[in-house]
């Protein structure tokens, strides 16, 4: 207890006044003449006493009305040892990614997060921040010290790959509407996978202070796991040895070096086991061939049979379709048989080819129904019986690829089926002596998809190009351009379908792509691409996502999606069902997936392998992030507040309260005395 | 017209001379002409003169026709004789508001003064005392004794404690011819004692009248707390509180005054309670009703 303006202690003097008024002048009377007492009594002494006693009310009002003015300008306060506010924000950050599954680590972050919850000063707001695959905000900043608690015990682990980049974003997003403190208490097991290559991703505000919770007990701690595995997603035959075959690598993360058994497991059943050595921190690899699987979905695994520390990272998990080979409708030009014989062989050698090629020509199209065939290529073909435009039309709009490339038929201002579009120009590099090369090629794009496309740019630009049609790009993507900026290779959508258009031909007249090596790979990439047999199987990482329509208004006739994820629910709504466009898959595990286009998929979903690296962040790395304020030592939850345990509280407005509450008495008692006065005049 | 009577208004006039003619002028000009009036004025008798006569009223006409010595009287001469017994003890200065008791009774003496000197043509005389007589002024119709008898009240300052057994005495002693005594008083005193007292006037056939001048204040008295009272005439001090006022003293009050008023009038005296808010013609009209009675 003290005061904050002890010199208006000086007002207290002025209790003098009411002690003067009430307790001494009642005895300096001043005499009343009269012309004589024979009629007076003397009061009795009862009466005297009463009346007293009534004006003794008054002068303690009185008095202690101006006791708690002048206690009021001298600001007293208290200091609070629990329950007061240091201004500070506290922000817990629990980190449930995937390697917070090993051992008891999510529990001990958790009993270490509620600790720091209970130590919070009550009147300090705090917010609690759950980072996973994504950072998740459970609560707003508050002080409501049950609501806190209720999402803090809320959090579970999960299956994401966490990133402390995108937490020093967040906190730098938070500072910039919350202008007080911040301490952000960060509970992780300070994985070095989950620090961004750029530290300055990381790099907090000024007004947030860093406290990092390790619950990391032991840094050598070896963990192995099937770091990948390398299987078909479609599989139409399971005796073609080239293609039935499964490649998985197993890797040790400060492991010594030993002999694991690796098993592959399909819908349940164990079709081989192989034993490998794996190096001291290192990698091996084992095949297991053939694959043999049924007709269907085959929920496929590669486990490792000796369980370690970490056994949820001891299986990767996938799914091969089998199915037969489907067909490919080639539409090509009556007169042009080179760019059926070199899309043809390409997509016959295609390491995971499943396609038959139907090759006609533009004028045989009248009775073919493309919806009986995984893609369409228009080759050459600008015009083609009007009932096949009509259903190439309909079979585009209800989720049909198409791949139109623009050969040495093509003429200026002629329509381009499907696009919306005429050709505008003709560009004839050949004849100009100007042949251009491909400058520009988006490799995020499927069907030009690169790991490292290298110098010569994944070999496109040794492409040579003689002849290409100039085409509108509006409302289209440009996934390659030319040299000269022409675009090469266009995406449209068309209802829940799209189009391709290659602005050159698929012969060697107007380029040179069927005698390169990329054109293998492109027409792979693209035939996989526009079959869609990239997402109906296979495997993900989780919190990658699944687009489960093209449009996200569709038109026409709503096509509901329908997702059953690992536990069999369905996680999304009616709604949502109606107008989602794209899918997160949040968890390990098989999704039952039908799309927007009727096609049903399964995908095996796989936490990110960089989780089972559980070698903590160096000590160095975490001083430099933390700053100096915490000096890399984990600080106990009761330490963390010290600095706010003595927190002075006014409490100025509790005796204004009361001195209002002793004025008003105050008026009421005088008035009262006073109408007693007037009744007797 | 009532306005002049007003004893507020009275208390602003210095001049006792024109206090009086202001009351009685303005008294007078409201009461309707009666046939009474001027009778002392008119012829009575003749009387033969004998020695010691006061020659000045022999009728010379007569003497001159008659060669016999007549003396003219009129029916004034036998007016009566007014004296104000005037009480000038320490409680008369006693006041809530102008005019004090004191004031009041000089007010209301005057007037009688000049209503008896000036309009009746009666002797008039003033007894001022205490508890001893201070001054006194011999009844007279004398020139001047108006003047004289202003100059007296002038002079009556409030002094001592009332004793009306002193002054009694010398007033029967000084008394000879029969009149009409007013005793104006607060009349502190138990009412046994005061007509005991007063009441050997009307034993020789003098009219009484009582006039108890008392202040509002004293009739009802207003305290707002606890109060110290001091006595005017005795000193003696003593606390007193509001509730008490409210009853009792107001209940001893109206008691005092009602047996002083029932004793008086046993005693055949007339009593009359004036209070100083109230306006003087009460008091005239009192003494012009006794006047006309018989005197």
Same mark, same amino acid.
């Given at each position: ?300 695994? *590669? ?190 959508? *068309? ?187 | ?295």
């Amino acid at each position: 207890m003290g005061f904050l303006a002890p010199w208006f202690l000086a007002g207290l003097a002025a209790l003098g006044v009411p002690v003067f008024v009430h307790l001494l002048r009642r005895h300096v009377t001043t005499p009343r003449p009269v012309s004589s007492l024979m009629f007076f009594e003397r009061g009795t002494q009862s009466s005297t006493r009463h009346r007293r006693l009534r004006y003794l009310l008054l002068f303690a009002l009185r008095t202690a009305l101006l006791f708690l003015v002048v206690l009021a300008f001298a600001d007293p306060f208290v200091r609070r040892s629990t329950g007061g506010s240091s201004g500070h924000t506290q922000l817990i950050v629990l980190d449930n990614s995937f390697s917070m599954r090993s051992g008891t680590r999510f529990v001990d972050a958790k009993r270490q997060a509620l600790d720091v919850l209970a130590a919070k000063p009550r009147g300090d707001k705090a917010q609690i921040m759950a980072l996973g695959g994504q950072l998740e905000i459970l609560t707003q900043p508050i002080t409501d010290d049950a609501q806190l608690r209720s999402a803090l015990e809320s959090v579970q682990p999960s299956d994401g790959h966490a990133s402390f980049g995108e937490l020093g974003r967040a906190v730098r997003s938070l500072a910039e509407t919350v202008h007080s403190p911040i301490d952000l208490h960060l509970f992780s097991d300070m994985q070095r996978t989950a620090m961004p290559a750029n530290f300055a991703d990381v790099v907090l505000p000024n007004n947030a202070r860093l406290q990092l919770r390790s619950v990391a007990q032991d840094s050598t701690q070896p963990n192995w796991t099937v770091e990948s595995v390398e299987a078909p997603a479609e599989l139409p035959d399971p005796k073609d040895s080239r293609r039935s075959h499964v490649r998985a690598v197993v890797a040790g993360f400060g492991t010594p070096a030993a002999v694991k058994t690796v098993s592959l497991v399909v819908n349940g059943k164990t079709l081989a086991t192989r034993k490998v050595n794996v190096p001291a921190g290192g990698r091996a690899t084992v095949d297991f061939a053939p694959l043999d699987v049924g007709y269907g979905f085959n929920r496929c695994a *590669v486990k490792l049979d000796d369980s370690d520390n970490f056994p949820a990272d001891d299986a990767s998990i996938f799914v091969v379709r089998r199915s037969d080979p489907e067909r490919v409708l080639f539409v090509h030009a009556a007169g042009d048989t080179r760019s059926t014989t070199y899309f043809g062989a390409a997509l016959g050698a295609a390491a995971q080819g499943s396609f038959v090629l139907q090759s006609i020509s533009a004028e045989q199209t009248a009775d073919i129904d493309p919806s009986r065939f995984a893609f369409v290529v228009l080759s050459d073909t600008m015009t083609t019986p009007s009932i096949f435009e009509h259903t190439l039309a309909q079979y585009v709009a209800k989720g049909g690829n198409v791949l139109i490339a623009l050969g040495p038929g093509t003429t200026r201002h002629t329509p381009i089926p499907l696009w919306t579009g005429d050709v505008q120009d003709i560009h004839n590099y050949g004849r100009l002596g100007n042949v251009q090369r491909i400058g520009q090629v988006n490799f995020s794009y499927p069907a030009l998809g690169q790991a490292q496309p290298g110098r010569n740019n994944g070999g496109w630009s040794d492409v040579k190009v003689f002849y290409a049609a100039v085409v509108d790009p509006a409302r289209a993507r440009v996934a390659a351009r030319l040299t000269d900026g022409t675009p090469l290779l266009l995406e449209k959508q *068309v209802g829940e379908g799209r189009v391709l258009l290659l602005t050159s031909g698929l012969e060697n007249l107007t380029n040179d792509l069927p005698l390169h090596p990329v054109f293998v790979a492109f027409v792979d990439h693209t035939a996989r691409y526009l079959s869609g047999s990239e997402r109906v199987s296979g495997s993900r990482l989780v919190d990658s996502f699944v687009e489960l329509r093209s449009k996200a208004k569709p038109t026409g006739v709503v096509a509901n999606v329908e997702v059953i994820d690992p536990d069999g629910q369905r996680p999304l709504s009616l709604s949502e069902a109606r107008t989602a466009q794209t899918f997160r898959l949040s968890r390990a595990g098989f999704y039952q997936i039908r799309f927007a286009n009727g096609r049903d998929a399964v995908i095996g979903v796989n936490p990110d392998r960089r989780e089972s690296d559980l070698a903590p962040l160096p000590s160095d790395v975490q001083q430099l992030w933390s700053g100096s304020s915490s000096g890399g030592e984990p600080q106990t939850s009761a330490a963390a507040f010290d600095g706010v345990k003595n927190q002075p509280v006014s409490l100025w407005w509790y005796v204004m309260l009361l001195a209002l509450v002793a004025a008003f008495a105050e008026t009421a008692l005088a008035s009262s005395y006073m109408g007693t006065q007037r009744e007797e005049t | 017209m009532q306005r002049f009577l007003d004893p507020v208004v009275l208390a602003g006039i210095s001049s006792l001379d024109l206090l009086a003619k202001t009351v009685v002028d303005g008294f007078v000009a409201g009461l309707h002409r009666s046939p009474d009036f001027g009778f002392s004025q008119e012829f009575a008798e003749y009387r033969a003169y004998t020695p010691g006569d006061d020659l000045r009223h022999v009728d010379w006409n007569l003497f001159a026709r008659t060669e016999r010595c007549y003396l003219k009287r009129y029916r004034g001469e036998n007016n009566s004789q007014l004296t104000v017994l005037l009480d000038a003890s320490n409680s008369m200065q006693y006041t809530s508001g102008p005019p004090n008791k004191m004031d009041y009774a000089r007010f209301l003496s005057a007037s009688m003064f000049y209503l008896a000197i000036h309009n009746q043509r009666d002797a008039a005389g003033l007894i001022v005392f205490d508890d001893e007589v201070r001054d006194y002024i011999r009844p007279s119709t004398r020139q001047g004794q108006l003047a004289r008898l202003f100059a007296g009240l002038e002079h009556a300052t409030p002094h001592a404690r009332t004793d009306f057994a002193k002054p009694l005495q010398h007033f029967q002693n000084a008394l000879h011819r029969r009149g009409i005594a007013i005793v104006v008083s607060d009349f502190y005193e138990n009412p046994e004692t005061i007509v005991n007292n007063i009441a050997p006037l009307r034993f020789r056939g003098n009219e009484v009248i009582l006039f108890h001048i008392l202040d509002p204040q004293e009739i009802r008295p207003a305290l707002r707390g606890s109060a110290l009272l001091v006595d005017l005439e005795t000193d003696q001090k003593l606390e007193v509180i509001p509730e008490y006022t409210r009853t009792s003293y107001r209940n001893k009050i109206d008691t005092h005054i009602e047996q002083l008023r029932s004793r008086a009038r046993g005693a055949g005296m007339d009593y009359q309670l004036l209070v100083t808010d109230q306006p003087l013609d009460l008091a005239l009209r009192e003494y012009l009703t006794l006047r006309q009675a018989g005197n």
